[in-house]
């Protein structure tokens, strides 16, 4: 069986990388977005890149926040501090869109995400920081605003699906997380469904990937893990239920679980990156798997687990192969 590789550093930006994603449709493609106003295209099997993509104009050189693609694969989401939202055409690397006054203008790292499901539909955090935007990426103005749904800046955002218990009958809803430590569902016309408290400051929420399951039938059940100052796994109609502390006082920025949610990756300030086991009731600290000489901003992994990717503020990409494809038959036999 293929064995996990050794880390690769890749240096194409001028600037601290705040994002990074994986295609959805191409096992191999990914692209960054950094402080230097670009969106860069790379292959993670080759480990090069592929196209650099400059998002706006020297007259209004902005830092790209976040990036992401849609469910499609078809199009680049990339947030600027110019509160500018652009849509990049992957195959010809062209702007097709872009929505101003639509995407928070802050510093740190802010909230994107693309619909799972329908590759039109994607929401930004909102300029103020506390709010929402949806949009439907086939129409020239956004859709629609959720306003003041925090009362501090919103650090990260997701789509839900709809197995989830509060968004019964849904397709899809919203979970996001804001720098005080609230964490709220809500569906995308902002009608809040559930909310809880993480108990510590909060700058990313993960849900786990599988279809919800309360525990009953596998004794794994879906949580919603809370990082910030520390980690914290918060399941529903039980509240809190574990707290990880081997990142120490060290702020976590980001937290990714494999497709099938058996393994956990946590970011943190330092350039750590850690991994740990999932098991019904807990997760088990495995170690570290890389570390970057500055923070690292954000992470995510391909849609087969065979590659995991960094972004650092020391201006780097990392790449990591973590192993064989999780489909079809990898272990080794002998014919006598």
């Not at 064995?3 to 194409?12: A, C, R």
Request: charged content about 20%.
């Amino acid at each position: 069986m293929q064995q996990e590789g050794k880390p690769k550093f890749l240096k194409f930006h001028q600037g601290r990388v705040r994002g990074v994603a994986f295609s959805p449709r191409d096992r191999y493609l990914f692209c960054s977005g950094a402080c230097d106003g670009k969106v860069n295209l790379y292959s993670a099997l080759r480990m090069e890149l592929l196209m650099c993509y400059q998002i706006t104009t020297m007259t209004l050189a902005r830092n790209v926040n976040a990036v992401r693609f849609t469910s499609d694969g078809s199009r680049i989401l990339a947030a600027t501090t110019a509160r500018r939202l652009a849509v990049v055409d992957v195959e010809r690397g062209e702007q097709l869109l872009a929505y101003d006054n639509c995407a928070f203008s802050g510093q740190d790292r802010t909230g994107l995400a693309a619909d799972p499901v329908c590759p039109n539909m994607a929401v930004s955090v909102a300029v103020n920081g506390k709010g929402l935007t949806l949009l439907d990426l086939r129409m020239p103005l956004p859709l629609d605003f959720v306003y003041d749904l925090h009362g501090s800046i919103i650090k990260d955002v997701s789509f839900l699906g709809g197995s989830w218990p509060w968004a019964r009958g849904q397709q899809s809803s919203l979970l996001s997380g804001a720098a005080e430590g609230s964490v709220k569902v809500c569906t995308v016309d902002g009608r809040v469904l559930h909310s809880y408290h993480a108990g510590h400051s909060l700058n990313t929420v993960c849900p786990t990937p599988e279809p919800y399951s309360n525990g009953s039938d596998d004794g794994f059940s879906s949580v919603i893990m809370n990082g910030g100052d520390m980690v914290s796994a918060y399941v529903p109609e039980s509240g809190i239920q574990e707290t990880l502390k081997e990142n120490k006082d060290m702020p976590i920025w980001k937290l990714r679980y494999t497709s099938h949610g058996s393994l956990l990756y946590s970011a943190c300030e330092g350039g750590v990156l850690r991994r740990y086991r999932r098991y019904p009731d807990h997760h088990e600290y495995l170690g570290e798997v890389l570390r970057h000489k500055g923070d690292i901003q954000d992470i995510d992994i391909s849609s087969y687990d065979e590659y995991l990717i960094t972004a650092s503020k020391d201006k780097s990409v990392g790449v990591l192969r973590l192993g064989a494809p999780n489909h079809g038959w990898t272990e080794y036999s002998e014919l006598t």
